[in-house]
């Protein structure tokens, strides 16, 4: 059964909602209301708005995209964070460059402090800004990494790419702990599939074909087993240090954790 998962090794590097697109488009409506009828009208729409626009119709575009454009789409957004990451630590850009092309202020801020935080991760020691993407929910996130539309700057990018994976590893953290040697192991591959059957279309093309089923198979194999088979709990703290890796992408998270529950699941 082969579930190994193969990736590019990128460097780390505002909840969005459908009232708060409404929002933006009722102010950009109520604006023109007040125009008498037969004179001409132009409706702008801010550079935010559509922002968030872009954010909304992310997974309606992946849903419509071939295997091989999703896995192209995907490759080119790993490869666009590492590119990213290498060039702000090694000094060679104009910061103007990297902010939005807009008078918006709130796409401004946004992406000033996502370029803010970013230099703030190159730097020896590592200066921890706060992220502006903290807290968004992840597909939210996943759609910013992985935008086909120009809509986000490199450093918006790389800075939702830091909140995605830092969720990830915490979600991760969590499952790894509940590895048990030798005992049910049922909950983390079941885990597994809840975390695999969120993702966006783009990232769920980064697995081998059969992934899921090959998961689903491992947590049958232990609903059966978990019967006779004894507890042997070890600690919380032994599995977190010995987890994850700085930097380490959410594919290489996930395969560790499989690893170790498909391991001690069998162990005698």
Same mark, same amino acid.
């Given at each position: 059964?082969?579930?190994?998962?193969?990736?590019?090794?990128?460097?780390?590097?505002?909840?969005?909602?459908?009232?708060?697109?409404?929002?933006a488009?009722?102010?950009a409506?109520?604006?023109?209301?007040s125009l008498?009828?037969g004179?001409?009208?132009t409706?702008?729409?801010?550079?935010?708005?559509?922002?968030?626009?872009?954010?909304?119709?992310?997974?309606?575009?992946?849903?419509?995209?071939?295997?091989?454009?999703?896995?192209a789409?995907?490759?080119?957004?790993?490869?666009?964070?590492?590119?990213?990451?290498?060039?702000?630590?090694?000094?060679?850009?104009?910061?103007?460059?990297?902010?939005?092309?807009?008078?918006?202020?709130?796409?401004?801020?946004?992406?000033?402090?996502?370029?803010?935080?970013?230099?703030?991760? !190159?730097?020896?020691?590592?200066?921890?800004?706060?992220?502006p993407?903290?807290?968004?929910?992840?597909?939210?996130?996943?759609?910013?990494?992985?935008?086909?539309?120009g809509?986000?700057?490199d450093?918006?990018?790389?800075?939702?790419?830091?909140?995605?994976?830092k969720?990830d590893?915490?979600?991760f953290?969590?499952?790894?702990?509940?590895i048990?040697?030798?005992?049910?192991? !049922?909950e983390?591959?079941?885990?597994?599939?809840?975390?695999?059957?969120?993702?966006?279309?783009?990232e769920?093309?980064?697995?081998?074909?059969g992934?899921?089923n090959?998961?689903? !198979?491992?947590?049958?194999?232990?609903?059966?087993q978990?019967g006779?088979?004894?507890?042997?709990?070890?600690?919380?703290?032994?599995?977190?240090?010995?987890?994850?890796?700085?930097?380490?992408s959410?594919?290489?998270?996930?395969?560790?954790?499989?690893?170790?529950?498909?391991?001690?699941?069998?162990?005698q």
């Open positions: 059964m082969d579930i190994s998962i193969k990736t590019y090794q990128a460097g780390t590097t505002a909840k969005v909602s459908a009232q708060e697109i409404v929002r488009e009722t102010s409506d109520s604006s023109s209301d008498s009828p004179t001409a009208q409706v702008s729409i801010s550079n935010s708005a559509r922002a968030l626009y872009s954010l909304s119709s992310s997974s309606e575009r992946q849903v419509s995209m071939s295997e091989s454009d999703l896995k789409l995907y490759a080119k957004g790993q490869k666009d964070i590492y590119n990213f990451g290498q060039r702000i630590a090694g000094g060679n850009y104009n910061k103007q460059d990297m902010l939005p092309k807009t008078d918006d202020p709130d796409r401004l801020a946004s992406g000033q402090k996502s370029l803010d935080y970013s230099i703030g991760r !190159s730097q020896v020691p590592t200066e921890n800004l706060p992220d993407f903290e807290g968004m929910a992840r597909n939210g996130l996943s759609a910013i990494v992985y935008d086909d539309t809509t986000y700057t450093a918006e990018r790389y800075a939702a790419y830091g909140e995605l994976s969720q590893e915490a979600y953290s969590t499952l790894y702990a509940n048990t040697n030798g005992g049910d192991n !049922s983390v591959f079941k885990g597994i599939m809840d975390y695999f059957d969120n993702l966006p279309a783009v769920k093309s980064a697995y081998p074909d992934f899921r090959s998961i689903d !198979s491992l947590y049958q194999e232990q609903i059966e978990s006779p088979l004894a507890l042997i709990n070890r600690s919380t703290e032994e599995y977190l240090e010995k987890s994850f890796s700085k930097g380490q959410s594919e290489n998270m996930l395969q560790a954790v499989l690893e170790k529950a498909a391991d001690l699941s069998t162990a």
